[in-house]
């Protein structure tokens, strides 16, 4: 199975939003976090012109860094906010003999520093970063990157996702995708939309 992160596994977007507002405090400007719900799970083109409409050129990389210091900073002083039932589910996975990996767009040494606060490390054999590869989400690289790396062909993996731009990169590769919509409308493209985690090891055990 295969996993994305931020919002699927942590509740890391609604951090991000409170990261956003604070860094454009920080910059002089009162943007409420609901404001920054375009960002969630954007691709590059979509959050360079979020980034245009609303700082000036030289404040938009000031912004990211201040926002990702953020995030960083809670994670390492208070811990990765974790989705209730991710653990016992990972543990029920693996124990079942299923191989488990990471796909996010976001950077690896963040997505490191999350697994390892959580103890998560050990659940996951294969983790695509945004390191690995050249085109994130919505593109399919990071799943195609997945595929070649573990041997298996896209009917093999099941994707986890929240986002509608990860549910489509899940999709335009060829995996069966469950999306956990959560602050973003659902996907038409998922192939079964589930409310929690918890929901996920019923719906699968029939199907292995």
Excluded: C
Excluded at 15 to 44: C, D, M, R, S
Excluded at 118 to 134: G, K, M, P, R
């Amino acid at each position: 199975m295969a996993f994305d992160l931020d919002g699927t596994l942590v509740d890391s977007e609604r951090l991000y939003l409170t990261a956003n507002a604070w860094a454009a405090a920080q910059l002089g400007k009162t943007i409420p976090p609901e404001a920054f719900l375009p960002l969630v799970g954007a691709a590059e083109p979509d959050v360079l012109a979020f980034l245009t409409a609303h700082f000036a050129p030289a404040d938009q990389q000031r912004f990211v860094r201040l926002s990702q210091e953020y995030v960083t900073h809670r994670v390492e002083t208070v811990g990765p906010p974790e989705l209730a039932g991710a653990d016992e589910l990972l543990h029920q996975l693996q124990e079942a003999g299923l191989g488990l990996s990471i796909v996010s767009s976001n950077h690896r040494d963040y997505v490191q520093r999350v697994l390892a606060k959580l103890n998560w490390q050990a659940y996951f054999d294969v983790v695509i970063t945004f390191e690995d590869i050249s085109l994130p989400k919505p593109a399919p690289e990071a799943y195609q990157r997945l595929l070649t790396k573990t041997g298996l062909n896209a009917d093999e993996v099941v994707a986890v996702e929240d986002s509608p731009i990860g549910v489509a990169a899940a999709v335009a590769a060829g995996l069966p995708t469950i999306q956990l919509a959560d602050l973003l409308p659902p996907s038409q493209l998922a192939t079964v939309q589930l409310d929690h985690l918890a929901a996920i090891w019923p719906w699968l055990q029939p199907r292995l």
